[in-house]
């Protein structure tokens, strides 16, 4: 199996505080992971990519000093959300890529974050 | 720039059969998606095309036509739990996937 393990599911947070969003592939090595973001009726948008062991690649308009993304190990990536501002809130999703050559994407169940 | 259309709402009736089309602009090609994404979840797999041509699976077909840059998905049998968002995605050159805006199939009994 392909099994990716988001955590929190949701979480509510204050205004200026910071959120970490973790990660995991559970059965298998993933050595490229993205995080996209989706707003109500909108599709995935790509935020960053990353990869273990080096820094992420973040997609345009999308500020690195915020959306901070760490690979740390070939099962872990974290997204931490830093100074959260209600126009944070949305919906974040990962998906984790196996090694080697891999068609599908393998998504975690996601995390509704509301900031308050 | 790089473009994928897909209606924005599709209406069926339970029992009955629908096609989801999907047109796309990329830079290159490496392979086409389906995805399923209900309300508040993440999306899960159901089809990959990279050559033309029909794939079938169960009660869920998609075609692909490279030249043309179409592709459909085929859900036959409608159950009211295929009521869903369906998300075509296309990889392109560099192999990122580049999302349609997904169509909401809303089923009726």
């Known amino acids: 199996g392909a099994v990716v393990s988001q955590h929190p599911s949701w979480v509510i947070c204050k205004s200026g505080t910071s959120v970490k969003i973790e990660c995991r592939s559970l059965?298998?090595?993933?050595?490229?992971m993205f995080w996209y973001r989706q707003f109500p009726k909108q599709s995935l948008m790509l935020m960053a990519t990353?990869?273990?062991?080096?820094?992420?690649?973040?997609e345009q308009g999308v500020e690195k000093d915020k959306f901070l993304i760490n690979h740390a190990s070939l099962t872990l990536s974290t997204l931490t959300v830093t100074s959260a501002h209600p126009e944070d809130s949305s919906f974040y999703i990962c998906?984790?890529?196996?090694?080697?050559?891999?068609?599908?994407?393998?998504f975690g169940q996601g995390t509704r974050l509301t900031v308050v | 720039g790089q473009n994928i259309d897909q209606p924005t709402e599709m209406t069926a009736t339970e029992g009955a059969i629908v096609q989801i089309n999907c047109t796309y602009q990329?830079?290159?090609?490496?392979?086409l998606f389906w995805y399923q994404q209900h309300a508040g979840e993440a999306p899960t797999f159901l089809s990959y095309?990279?050559l033309d041509g029909l794939e079938e699976k169960g009660r869920f077909s998609s075609f692909l036509s490279r030249s043309k840059g179409y592709s459909y998905l085929l859900l036959k049998e409608l159950q009211m739990k295929d009521s869903a968002s369906y998300l075509c995605?296309?990889?392109?050159?560099?192999?990122?996937?580049?999302w349609g805006a997904g169509t909401k199939l809303i089923i009726k009994p």
């Open positions: 998906s984790a890529k196996k090694t080697g050559f891999e068609t599908e994407a393998f």
């Open positions: 059965d298998f090595q993933a050595t490229t």
């Open positions: 990353s990869n273990e062991g080096s820094k992420a690649t973040y």
């Open positions: 990329t830079s290159g090609f490496n392979g």
């Open positions: 095309n990279v």
């Open positions: 995605a296309v990889k392109d050159s560099n192999y990122q996937l580049i």
